[in-house]
């Protein structure tokens, strides 16, 4: 079964200290790997994606990613982080078959920032 | 960058009343649109998915006439919970994304369901 995990339900942090929000996936063929981040009662704000090419990626505020397909994973780090970066942060997993492939959620992870 | 505008963002009703929540792709086409559920502190739950001028694809364990979704244009979806009961209560957000499977989905803010 296609899956996606995120093993920490929370991280803390410092602010200004580096953060790195794990993601692991399980799919067959080869995947569109996304991070989204969600404030609470607020839909999803897209952050970043891999589709091909270099195994890291950047995104928005700050936060970049890093594909590495040996091990399945793609952990969403940020070099320095805020306060305000404190969120529930999703992982997902579109495998491209056809045109309405689904995301596959992780569970979600708390990233706590404290100042 | 993308938008979407979903409506309202909040709802308290009494049980057995519907209700009609409208999401809205403001500056794109939205090819596919999705309907997700989220309880509290938990990922989201695909509800169903729809393509513009098609009938939508329901997961299984949801009631499609319980969970009424319209497509109609390349930028509305409308989810109707038809006799709403408490247990119907719940966080509901929509999502629509461009033709293309390698283009992200954008989330609308959601809507908060109470029922009495």
């Known amino acids: 079964a296609q899956s996606v995990a995120q093993p920490e339900d929370q991280v803390n942090v410092a602010e200004g200290n580096p953060l790195t929000v794990k993601c692991t996936y399980s799919?067959?063929?080869?995947?569109?790997l996304f991070w989204y981040v969600q404030y609470p009662n607020r839909g999803l704000q897209f952050l970043l994606k891999y589709i091909t090419g270099d195994n890291l990626v950047k995104g928005s505020y700050g936060f970049e990613a890093e594909f590495n397909k040996s091990q399945t994973s793609f952990h969403l780090k940020k070099p320095s982080a805020l306060v305000s970066d404190s969120a529930l942060y999703f992982c997902a997993v579109r495998v491209p078959s056809g045109n309405t492939g689904k995301l596959i959620f992780g569970q979600g992870t708390t990233l706590q920032v404290k100042p | 960058g993308a938008v979407v505008s979903q409506h309202p963002s909040w709802v308290i009703c009494k049980s057995g009343t519907s209700v009609k929540i409208e999401c809205r792709s403001l500056?794109?086409?939205?090819?596919?649109m999705f309907w997700y559920r989220q309880f509290p502190k938990q990922s989201l739950m695909l509800m169903a998915t729809s393509n513009e001028g098609s009938k939508a694809t329901y997961e299984q364990g949801v009631e499609k006439d319980k969970f009424l979704i319209n497509h109609a244009s390349l930028t509305l979806s409308t989810l109707t919970v038809t006799s709403a009961h408490p247990e119907d209560s719940s966080f509901y957000i929509c999502s629509a994304r461009e033709g293309f499977p390698n283009q992200p989905q954008h989330f609308g803010d959601g809507t908060r369901l109470s029922i009495l």
């Open positions: 799919v067959s063929g080869n995947p569109y």
């Open positions: 500056d794109f086409q939205a090819t596919t």
